[in-house]
T-cell receptor
Framework: DGGITQSPKYLFRKEGQNVTLSCEQN?????MYWYRQDPGQGLRLIYYSQIVNDFQKGDIAEGYSVSREKKESFPLTVTSAQKNPTAFYLC???????????????FGDGTRLSIL | GQQVMQIPQYQHVQEGEDFTTYCNSSTTLSNIQWYKQRPGGHPVFLIQLVKSGEVKKQKRLTFQFGEAKKNSSLHITATQTTDVGTYFCAGPGDSNYQLIWGAGTKLIIKP
């Protein structure tokens, strides 16, 4: 069954700790995205990747890092520099390469990150 | 920068009443997408509108794209408990790969 898998579902971070959120897709999509959602708020773009070995900062990239070594995988690291990491993190992918974002984004089930 | 404004933030309705959310863009959009996020879930794509003045229906949901392609609306007729969630609109950003998201409208059914 094709889709996007995010893990873990829940994650707790200690002060000064880096944590990595996993996102894997088997949809053969080129573009992948990380969003942050705070309670009662919309989606804010952290990073996106159009293709393997390439990624771009979104609106709120500070305190986060990503890599895109494989087409299927786009892990997000929340670093200790992110002072307010508590949020719902959503990974998404999109299939059309080179077209003007007219295909829908497909989302994983998300990871809820909290500070201990 | 480009913005997509969505109102209202919340709408409380009795079951069976109608619901409407509105989206306005600061720039002309080539298309607009609508998503639904159930409580505790992730956004799920509902529909995309591309043409000026376009109207599309999905059962009790009616989606409209304005003539100037700067605004859009979603109207739900006779809401049901299954409609509960947050409805988002999203339009293309400056990059070919980005979407600019509205803040969402949360549909709440009064007990």
């Amino acid at each position: 069954d094709g889709g996007i898998t995010q893990s873990p579902k829940y994650l707790f971070r200690k002060e000064g700790q880096n944590v990595t959120l996993s996102c894997e897709q088997n949809l053969n999509h080129d573009a992948m995205y990380w969003y942050r959602q705070d309670p009662g708020q919309g989606l804010r773009l952290i990073y996106y990747s159009q293709i393997v070995n390439d990624f771009q900062k979104g609106d709120i990239a500070e305190g986060y890092s990503v890599s895109r070594e494989k087409k299927e995988s786009f892990p997000l690291t929340v670093t200790s520099a992110q002072k307010n990491p508590t949020a719902f993190y959503l990974c998404a992918s999109r299939g059309d390469r080179g077209l003007r974002s007219n295909q829908p984004q497909h989302f994983g089930d998300g990871t809820r990150l909290s500070i201990l | 920068g480009q913005q997509v404004m969505q109102i209202p933030q919340y709408q409380h309705v009795q079951e069976g009443e109608d619901f409407t959310t509105y989206c306005n863009s600061s720039t002309t959009l080539s298309n607009i997408q609508w998503y639904k996020q159930r409580p505790g879930g992730h956004p799920v794509f509902l529909i995309q509108l591309v043409k000026s003045g376009e109207v599309k229906k999905q059962k009790r949901l009616t989606f409209q794209f304005g003539e100037a392609k700067k605004n859009s609306s979603l109207h739900i007729t006779a809401t049901q408990t299954t409609d509960v969630g947050t409805y988002f609109c999203a339009g293309p950003g400056d990059s070919n790969y980005q979407l600019i998201w509205g803040a969402g409208t949360k549909l709440i059914i009064k007990p």
